[in-house]
Each structure stands twice: as structure tokens, then as C-alpha cells.
């Protein structure tokens, strides 16, 4: 099973920090993904990649940017963290091809900014 | 832009019951996936249907698509506590992103 592997469950950061979310599949996907979920909004997307050193904005990119220098390891980074940015975040991966499962998630990582 | 509705938001019923939860979307896909994430987990994912009248089923679970109406379903037969969760829409736009549902949480009691 491919797995999806994000380096903290809960964090808890202060206001103006730079934060780091790490993200490590284990399958050789080409595409990796992250969302932030929020109560009553479902999942949007902050930043995808397709290829190593690729990146595309996605739906909420503003406050955020991603690093992605090998194929396996994608990183999300808030600048400056700020409260609004208290939420779920999760990592996702998936093959070009797709599948039947379309992505596998990792376990999610909450973070709190104070 | 592709939009994805669910409804209901949030479900409460109890045991033995039938319901179904809608998920509306806006714009054609090739591909609609339901998730299920359960408390503080990650998400799984329970079905992908592919075309107009694909129907899947699992257990208790039957998941259907009707493209024309832009419509897909998540039935739930005779409802047990281990379904309490939340329940996710996704669909395709573009070559690579799933859009999602806002989700319904279904809350199964004795």
C-alpha cells in the first residue's frame, strides 16, 4: 500500500513564525497535493505538483508557498503564520494515470497559531 | 469552475434506517470519488465511479451516477454505528485536481 507520511500530527506555533509541514510518499507518485480543511468547507487546495521542482498554485494559495527538490518529499511553507491559518492540513499523492483510488492521504498535521 | 454540493451537511440517524446523501456538481468530469474520514483520521477512499449509471456497492454502502443530471448518490442500507463518519464528494478538474464536497457528517445512533 502506498503511504503517505506527514512528519507531525499537531503543532502549535506562534504568530509570525515560519512553519514548516513536511510530506514524504513512499510509492513513487508523480503528483503530490495539499489541502487545508476547515468545518463546513470541505478540502481546498493550497499547492499541487506534478514533477519534482514543479509547482501550481491552486484555490488558496496566498500565505503559503512549496518546495518540492525531490520526488518523494513535498513541503509546505506558511512565510509568516498567522491565526487565520489554523487548520487541518493534508497531504496527498497520486499517480498520473490516476487509478481507481485517485489520491491516498496522509494522517493530516492540525496546527494552531497563537 | 467546477463546484461541488452535498447534502446534507450533517445527518443523524439511527440504526436499521435508510438514507442518502446528494452530491450536486456543477460542470462535467471524467471521474467522481467518495471519501470517508473518520474523527481525526485521515480520508479513505470507498468508490470511483467512471459513467453515467455506474453503480458500486460495499456492504452496506451504494454509491451511483447519473452525468446527465450531474448528480451522484451515497445510499446508506439499514445503517450500523461503524458508518458514523464523514462523508466526502470529490470530482476531477482539470488533468490533476479533485475538487471537494463540504463534506457530510452522518452520525448513526443506538
Known amino acids: 500500500d502506498v503511504k503517505v507520511t506527514q512528519s507531525s500530527r499537531y503543532l502549535v506555533k506562534r504568530t509570525g513564525e515560519k512553519v514548516f509541514l513536511e510530506c514524504v510518499q513512499d510509492?513513487?507518485?508523480?503528483?503530490m497535493f495539499w489541502y487545508r480543511q476547515d468545518p463546513g468547507l470541505g478540502l481546498r487546495l493550497i499547492y499541487f505538483s506534478y514533477d519534482v521542482k514543479m509547482k501550481e498554485k491552486g484555490d488558496i494559495p496566498e500565505g503559503y508557498s512549496v518546495s518540492r527538490e525531490k520526488k518523494e518529499r513535498f513541503s509546505l511553507i506558511l512565510e509568516s503564520a498567522s491565526t487565520n491559518q489554523t487548520s487541518m492540513y493534508l497531504c496527498?499523492?497520486?499517480?498520473?494515470?490516476?487509478?481507481?483510488?485517485?489520491?491516498?492521504f496522509g494522517s493530516g498535521t492540525r496546527l494552531t497559531v497563537v | 469552475e467546477l463546484k461541488v454540493e452535498q447534502n446534507p451537511l450533517f445527518l443523524s440517524m439511527q440504526e436499521g434506517k435508510n438514507y442518502t446523501i446528494y452530491c450536486n456538481y456543477s460542470t462535467t468530469s471524467d471521474r467522481l470519488y467518495w471519501y470517508r474520514q473518520d474523527p481525526g483520521k485521515s480520508l479513505e477512499s470507498l468508490f470511483v465511479l467512471l459513467s453515467n449509471g455506474a453503480v458500486k456497492q460495499e456492504g452496506r454502502l451504494m454509491a451511483s451516477l447519473d452525468t446527465k443530471a450531474r448528480l451522484s448518490t451515497l445510499h446508506i442500507t439499514a445503517a450500523v454505528h461503524d458508518l458514523s463518519a464523514t462523508y466526502f464528494c470529490a470530482l476531477i478538474q482539470g488533468a490533476q485536481k479533485l475538487v471537494f464536497g463540504q463534506g457530510t457528517r452522518l452520525t448513526i445512533n443506538p
Open positions: 496527498a499523492s497520486s499517480l498520473s494515470s490516476w487509478g481507481n483510488y485517485g489520491y491516498t
Open positions: 510509492m513513487d507518485h508523480e503528483n
